[in-house]
């Protein structure tokens, strides 16, 4: 069982989840005079992984990046484009203090994150709205299989499994 204190969802939700709707919410307002809206949201890994002593934080990344995922397709029509992404693993200060500096994996440059987000924002990447993608994906690759996600599901966040609409289910609603 996690440890109890991984458990305490409140101040994970309040910051990962209403904090960054909050200036969504004000952002995408229709009086916003800006003719494309760009968000584009700093996540983690810890949104898909199941991280021991974590559940509430790598929840609470989730849950912001599926509530994004719905917004983008609610927002689709009004030039609205929305991707989340996974900085890297940097070697930050936070980082060496929760105790990551010893763990043997090949750091990337702190300059990456920053670099990628630019990249993100361009037009060259609006093949990638509504995905949670890596920084450290090589572009290139990511560019030559745009056509697959204009159709398909790849680097989304969800279950996995039979397709709603193809699921024999029943709308139960009058």
Do not use: C
Not at 37 to 65: D, F, N, W
Not at 81 to 110: C, M, N, Q
Request: proline share 6%; no cysteine; glycine share 6%.
């Amino acid at each position: 069982m996690s440890n109890p204190s991984s458990l305490k969802s409140e101040p994970d939700f309040e910051i990962n989840v209403k904090g960054n709707l909050n200036v969504v919410t004000e952002y995408l307002r229709p009086e916003t005079l800006i003719k494309e809206k760009k968000i584009i949201t700093v996540s983690t890994t810890g949104a898909h992984q199941r991280i021991p002593g974590m559940a509430s934080y790598g929840a609470s990344k989730e849950a912001l990046v599926h509530i994004l995922m719905h917004l983008q397709e609610e927002h689709a029509d009004k030039r609205v484009r929305i991707t989340s992404y996974h900085p890297g693993a940097i070697l930050t200060p936070g980082a060496k203090a929760y105790g990551f500096e010893t763990y043997p994996i090949p750091w990337e440059d702190v300059n990456l994150p920053g670099q990628f987000a630019l990249w993100l924002a361009s037009k060259e990447a609006d093949f990638l709205v509504g995905r949670f993608v890596y920084a450290s994906s090589d572009v290139d690759e990511l560019k030559a299989r745009a056509e697959e996600f204009k159709n398909s599901n790849p680097l989304k966040i969800g279950v996995i499994g039979e397709p709603a609409a193809q699921a024999n289910v029943t709308n139960t609603t009058t």
